[in-house]
């Protein structure tokens, strides 16, 4: 979902609205059972009753209506023209939840992105939120949300050890040790597409086949993308390029760089909001990125406005999107075989990870006069595992062969988030350290303290404001 700019705004609002912050409790881990004290497991002792299961509490709504809020169309299943399993099987689950809670359950739309937590604080302000229970961007919730008390945290109403739910759910949701978002399903990860019938053609190693050993590198990805880059005609021209660009252009191709490397922008190692982008590991991703433009030339330049297009040209052998994109490659790309692969692992990183911005779960309003109950509505009608299980059963019929198939299985149980979008003007401020770059105007150390002092100053102004 294509973002739109709002920290200003939000941060603006803020400002104008006072609101006491929530207080901060730590929890305690019990220590572990002296020795001594230890009981002597060779005595008999009278049986012990199972403690009895948790009784499910029951609500009532006499009718009333709990409102969801959205900021997309046919967010509500119910009406929908084209309804496929997934669609009637959370009908199913509304109907249900309705009469189990004697209430109607309403999916609002506020479509102005924009301006979406604009109308969500100022309705919540006046003491009618537009919803119950929200979808927010995590980059909206963390800190500012959280800290003025727009929202709630909700372990206390869910045990969120449940196997039911997703890892990313508990890491990307939570905030300071407490849980504020519940979601059935991971975002859609950002990778690296590549067009496997050029690459036989070129006689390069399969992407997919390195990964898969481990082997999938950064050093095997510069020598991949040097090999791919080629003058096809003998015109003296690059014609093929190893990376026609990127969705987002190469501010995030540069992000991936700097977090699969175990870097950051904008938290220390113990995760506190810290400007970070001068880290080692971030660093040595901006290096990368620099020599993969600058001395490698593998990259397409000029910078194209629309990388997936000259991808689908065969202008490129790689192109860096979301997997939400493959339905148009696979369209336009007829007779050419399709892969898709995790960005390669940098020498910090132990793992294959995909990262994205754009994550975003319900969460609830701490305004709204339901909230207990709109959090279990929400739970109730999510498909969790059968809903996975029939997203995998889609994949199955859009993703071209058994191998990219196989890397979205394995990237949805390894995304993680990326948080600085909530820095007012951090996407710009990142952006301008990679022109800088990729241009080769600066080296990455000259660019990162060049905007050093104003992220700072802003990372400042985004923690007063959220206090």
Not at 57 to 66: A, E, M, P, W, Y
Not at 197 to 222: A, I, N, S
Request: glycine share 8%; proline share 5%.
């Amino acid at each position: 979902m294509k973002a739109l700019k709002f920290a200003s705004y939000f941060l603006t609002l803020m400002l104008i609205v006072s609101v006491i912050g929530c207080s901060k409790g730590t929890d305690t881990k019990p220590a572990a059972e002296p020795a001594a004290q230890q009981e002597d497991t060779t005595k008999t002792e009278p049986a012990k009753e199972e403690p009895a299961a948790a009784e499910e509490k029951k609500f009532d709504l006499n009718g009333q209506t709990v409102k969801i809020g959205v900021w997309w169309d046919d967010a509500d299943p119910r009406t929908m023209k084209d309804k496929g399993p997934a669609e009637e099987a959370q009908i199913k689950l509304i109907e249900e939840t309705e009469k189990k809670y004697n209430a109607k359950i309403e999916f609002v739309k506020f479509g102005d992105y924009g301006k979406y937590v604009e109308n969500f604080t100022v309705t919540s302000l006046s003491g009618e939120p537009f919803a119950d229970i929200v979808r927010l961007e995590l980059f909206w919730a963390f800190p500012q949300l959280v800290n003025k008390e727009f929202i709630q945290p909700i372990d206390e109403w869910i045990d969120v050890k449940d196997a039911k739910y997703i890892d990313w759910m508990r890491a990307g949701g939570s905030y300071k040790g407490k849980q504020y978002g519940i979601i059935d399903s991971a975002p859609s990860p950002y990778g690296i597409f590549y067009n496997k019938t050029l690459v036989q053609k070129l006689g390069l190693e399969d992407p997919y086949e390195l990964q898969q050993k481990g082997e999938w590198t950064w050093d095997k990805f510069r020598e991949f993308a040097k090999k791919a880059t080629k003058d096809t005609n003998g015109d003296g021209k690059t014609d093929v390029w190893g990376l026609s660009g990127a969705y987002g252009k190469l501010k995030a191709l540069t992000e991936q760089m700097v977090y699969t490397n175990k870097g950051s922008v904008d938290k220390d190692e113990s995760g506190e909001i810290k400007f970070s982008l001068n880290g080692p590991n971030a660093v040595e991703a901006l290096q990368y990125v620099s020599d993969l433009f600058n001395v490698d030339k593998s990259i397409q330049q000029p910078i194209p406005d629309d990388a997936s297009k000259e991808f689908v040209a065969g202008k490129g052998v790689m192109y860096a999107g979301f997997s939400w994109e493959l339905g148009g490659f696979v369209e336009n790309m007829k007779g050419q075989d399709l892969g898709y692969v995790f960005f390669p692992k940098g020498p910090k990183a132990e793992k294959y990870v995909s990262y994205t911005p754009f994550g975003n779960m319900w969460m609830v309003s701490k305004y709204s006069k339901n909230a207990e109950a709109a959090l279990h509505i929400i739970d109730e009608i999510s498909l969790n595992e059968a809903g996975r299980k029939l997203s995998e059963e889609s994949w199955q019929t859009s993703y071209p062969n058994k191998e990219s198939m196989d890397t979205r299985k394995q990237m949805a149980d390894n995304i993680d988030y990326i948080s600085y979008y909530a820095i007012p003007d951090g996407e710009k401020l990142f952006e301008g350290v990679v022109k800088e770059i990729t241009e080769g105007k600066v080296s990455p150390a000259t660019a990162i303290d060049k905007v050093k002092p104003q992220f700072e100053a802003n990372i400042k102004k985004l923690l007063d404001s959220s206090k």
